[in-house]
């Protein structure tokens, strides 16, 4: 199984500009998640989906960000215009269905590192 | 108050002791705790889960939950230098959304 992929690995972009990143969660997961990592913050969830389906996304910091998933293999977490405090590693994890007294294990791909200028 | 707090260290241990790392949570309805391990660079990985009190071995691994004090921890035996890396605990409150503490940093000296 090839994981959670995620691209581009590394993105560096001068403040205002808009930035996309992407996600292809592991082969028939039920749920994707976003979240982005700073030294000063740890590791934030930003918005997770099930089944395609925007579930919470209390964790956006603002309306400059935004994510879709158009189908099951795809999502997208965009931000426009970007500010250099965006600056930190995204990461997109996804597990399967909850089942009762278990506990559904995320996995995380790689990250994107984005540096905005 | 942070929902789920860690020492960020870095703790630093001799090769063979054992590594102590600890963490406690704020909301008294967590369901489920776990650690995961972040190497420099790379992602998180899900190392050891716990849902009831007590302790929880997996092999050099021993992950210890005390609900009444909302307080769990990880213990580390024989550490060895491949451990060095940074531990996450992380919650589990319900409505899918996992609280990550901001990690600690483990150290373990050749």
């Known amino acids: 199984d090839a994981g959670v992929i995620q691209s581009p690995r590394h993105e560096v972009t001068e403040m205002g500009q808009e930035v996309t990143l992407r996600c292809k969660p592991i082969?028939?997961?039920?749920?994707l998640f976003w979240y982005r990592q700073t030294m000063m913050r740890g590791l934030e969830l930003l918005i997770y989906?099930?089944?395609?389906?925007?579930?919470?996304d209390s964790g956006m910091p603002e309306d400059r960000f935004s994510a879709k998933m158009p189908n099951a293999s795809f999502s997208t977490l965009k931000i426009q215009p970007s500010e250099p405090r965006d600056s930190a590693v995204y990461f997109c994890a996804s597990s399967l269905e909850l089942r009762l007294a278990d506990y559904n294990e995320q996995f995380f791909g790689p990250g994107t590192r984005l540096t905005v200028l | 108050q942070k929902e789920v707090e860690q020492n960020s260290g870095p703790l630093s241990v001799p090769e063979g002791a054992i590594a102590s790392l600890n963490c406690t949570y704020s909301d008294r309805v967590s369901q489920s705790f776990f650690w995961y391990r972040q190497y420099s660079g790379k992602s998180p990985e899900l190392i050891m889960s716990?849902?009831?009190?007590g302790d929880k071995e997996d092999g050099r691994f021993t992950a210890q939950l005390n609900k009444a004090s909302q307080y769990v921890s990880l213990l580390i035996r024989d550490s060895q230098p491949s451990d060095s890396a940074t531990y996450l605990c992380?919650?589990?409150?319900?409505?899918?959304?996992?609280?990550f503490g901001a990690g600690t940093r483990l150290f373990v000296k050749a």
């Open positions: 992380a919650v589990y409150t319900g409505g899918f959304k996992t609280i």
């Open positions: 989906f099930n089944n395609n389906v925007p579930i919470d």
């Open positions: 082969s028939g997961h039920d749920y």
């Open positions: 716990i849902y009831s009190n």
